[in-house]
C-alpha cells in the first residue's frame, strides 16, 4: 500500500487568497491524481500526471493548476480562492501495472473559503 | 464514455451478509475497483477484478461479470464498523482513467 500524504489537513482561508495543497508519495508510482469530493457526493477527477512534467486536466472543470516537477510531489494551486472552492480535495497516486493501476489515497484537505 | 450504476443506499443487520450491486457500460473496459470510504474518511482500497469470476479476500468477495457489465461486493459476517459507503470504480481502456461511481451508503443495525 502507497504511503501518501496530504498537508493541510484542514484549512479555513478567505475569499481572494492563493493557497497551495501539498500532496507527497513515498513509493515511487508514476502517476498521481488530484480529486473533488463534496460531502456525501461522488469523486470527481479535476487533475492527473502519468510521469514527471505531465499535468493534464481531468473530466470536472476546475481553476485550479498543478505541477508535477518530481516523481513525489504533485502540489495543487488555486490562484484566487472563492466560496464556491470549498469542498474536500484527495490526492492519490498509482503505479503502472500494479494491481490494474489501483490508486491509493491520502487523507485529504478539507477546505473552507469564507 | 462510461455510466456506472449501483444503489444510493443500503442497510442490513450486524452479523448477516448483504450483497452490494454495480452495473456500468463502457466502451473500452479494463478492471474494476471496489473501494470502502468511511464518512469524511479517504477511500480505501477493497479489490480489483479483471478477469470474470470471484476474488476472496477475508470477509469480503468481489465478483465481475464482463459480459453482463456487472460485478457484486459481498460483504459477510457484518460489522457495525462496515458501515460506510462502498464505491465502483471501472478503468477505461481507452484512456487509463477511472471513473468512479457515486457509492452506496451500507447501513448496519445491532
Known amino acids: 500500500e502507497a504511503d501518501i500524504y496530504q498537508t493541510p489537513r484542514y484549512l479555513v482561508i478567505g475569499t481572494g487568497k492563493k493557497i497551495t495543497l501539498e500532496c507527497s508519495q513515498t513509493m515511487g508510482h508514476d502517476k498521481m491524481y488530484w480529486y473533488q469530493q463534496d460531502p456525501g457526493m461522488e469523486l470527481h477527477l479535476i487533475h492527473y500526471?502519468?510521469?514527471?512534467?505531465?499535468?493534464e486536466k481531468g473530466d470536472l472543470s476546475s481553476e485550479s493548476t498543478v505541477s508535477r516537477i518530481r516523481t513525489e510531489h504533485f502540489p495543487l494551486t488555486l490562484e484566487s480562492a472563492r466560496p464556491s472552492h470549498t469542498s474536500q480535495y484527495l490526492c492519490a497516486s498509482s503505479e503502472t501495472g500494479q494491481g490494474g493501476d489501483t490508486q491509493y489515497f491520502g487523507p485529504g484537505t478539507r477546505l473552507t473559503v469564507l | 464514455g462510461q455510466n456506472i450504476d449501483q444503489p444510493t443506499e443500503m442497510t442490513a443487520t450486524e452479523g448477516a451478509i448483504v450483497q452490494i450491486n454495480c452495473t456500468y457500460q463502457?466502451?473500452?473496459?479494463?478492471?474494476l475497483f471496489w473501494y470502502q470510504q468511511h464518512a469524511g474518511e479517504a477511500p480505501t482500497f477493497l479489490s480489483y477484478n479483471v478477469l470474470d469470476g470471484l476474488e476472496e479476500k477475508g470477509r469480503f468477495s468481489s465478483f465481475l461479470s464482463r459480459s453482463k457489465g456487472y460485478s457484486y461486493l459481498l460483504l459477510k459476517e457484518l460489522q457495525m464498523k462496515d458501515s460506510a459507503s462502498y464505491l465502483c470504480?471501472?478503468?477505461?481502456?481507452?484512456?487509463?482513467?477511472?471513473?468512479f461511481g457515486k457509492g452506496t451508503r451500507l447501513h448496519i443495525l445491532p
Open positions: 463502457t466502451s473500452g473496459f479494463n478492471g
Open positions: 470504480a471501472v478503468r477505461d481502456r481507452r484512456d487509463d482513467k477511472i471513473i
Open positions: 500526471s502519468y510521469g514527471v512534467n505531465s499535468t
